[in-house]
């Protein structure tokens, strides 16, 4: 009987659990169609999918002004498993986030909070930039990171600086892309390089998100899941 309650799980054609242990456990979010369990991928779908209403307004604080060129420290304020969170600092740079990642790449959208901070658990800098930020800078930050497995690049309404790179527990700001602190702070932070991400390395894709312009395709069918419906 066991065994057959763990197939079924394993399956998703049982509920497993009640819904708390489902949002702490999970590190390779699954969607659910037709009955079986497949990975989200980032595939472009045909139009640009709602933010969910569930978690439309979580009562974050206003992003404020940053000392520019300076990598500041940021509390950690852990990591725990939420379907829903705020933050008392914008852009966040730890704390309870949503229980699957933003996928990594470069978007013209804003990206939320909660999942792009499970990102930078994994790894991730997330490139914040003003919505008026000049056509040319822009350019030239996604053409540099297009590339970049652990980059996340999205506009950010209300940020007070031009250019904000968060990781985790560490952020700076700039005016000007091509200051030297941008690239000390690349090197030191992206990916499986850093020393401060709790799983540096871990993968930034087949969650949520589809970049250029849909960063919430994924999140219904795993919001969904997580509850049992």
Known sequence: MRYLLLLLCALGLAACGNSESAVQSPEQPTTTTAGSVSTATATSPSTSTP???????????????????????????????????????????????????????????????????????????????HPDLDAATLQTISSQLASEEFALVAPYP???????????????????????????FLDQYLGRYSAVAPEAGAQCGNAIGSAPSDPNFGYQAIYEQLTGG
């Open 158 to 184: 209300g940020l007070q600086n031009p250019i904000v790179l968060t990781a985790w527990t560490r952020q700076l700001a700039v005016d000007d892309w091509s200051d030297p602190a941008v690239g000390e």
């Open 51 to 129: 933010a969910p209403s569930f978690c439309a307004e979580p009562g974050d604080a206003p992003p404020v002004a940053l000392p520019l060129g300076v990598v500041t420290e940021l509390p950690d304020n852990g990591k725990e498993h939420q379907l829903c969170s705020s933050y008392d600092h914008t852009p966040p740079g730890s704390g309870a986030h949503f229980p699957a990642w933003q996928n990594c790449g470069v978007y013209n959208v804003p990206i939320p909070n909660q999942t792009a901070v499970h990102s930078l658990e994994h790894g991730a800098v997330w490139v914040a930039y």
